[in-house]
């Protein structure tokens, strides 16, 4: 469970990354309320995601809750406002706001189940013993 926790988080961060939540590692650290050392040790798996770290991912960038601690899409909740930035994506106009609205919810979407099927292959790997990522043809690993 902890260990999914933390992926998940890893996953959220790497998503606000791609969608331009925030610019440098600096600038997230500052808002999550950590030194940088710290986020690149949690980003690089040598460290684990401690709760007040959580709490303010939820408040500041509006990472759902459900998705952190359950899997469960969205990864940004649509139910409060983000402080001082927008849901909708980036050079977004009146206009199209329906469009993109949908566009960033597809995206979203997709970028959820990558993550998820990343995971049961991983899942997969562990309860086999094969290598699925490698491209070994279904082979299995010497265990042990």
């Not at 939540?21 to 690149?40: D, I, M, R, Y």
């Not at 292959?121 to 086999?128: A, H, N, V």
């Amino acid at each position: 469970m902890k260990e999914d926790i933390n992926n998940r988080f890893i996953s959220a961060i790497n998503y606000l990354k791609v969608n331009n939540f925030f610019k440098k590692k600096a600038e997230l650290a500052s808002n999550l309320g950590c030194k940088p050392q710290v986020l690149t040790e949690i980003l690089g798996k040598r460290m684990g995601v401690q709760l007040d770290l959580l709490q303010n991912l939820f408040d500041k960038y509006n990472v759902s809750y459900s998705f952190i601690f359950r899997g469960e899409l969205p990864i940004i909740s649509n139910n409060t406002a983000i402080d001082n930035q927008s849901t909708k994506p980036p050079g977004s106009c009146a206009q199209c706001e329906g469009k993109d609205q949908l566009i960033f919810s597809q995206k979203q979407t997709i970028d959820a189940q990558l993550i998820a099927i990343d995971a049961l292959k991983k899942r997969i790997e562990d309860l086999s013993g094969e290598d699925l990522t490698s491209g070994n043809n279904g082979q299995k690993r010497k265990v042990g």
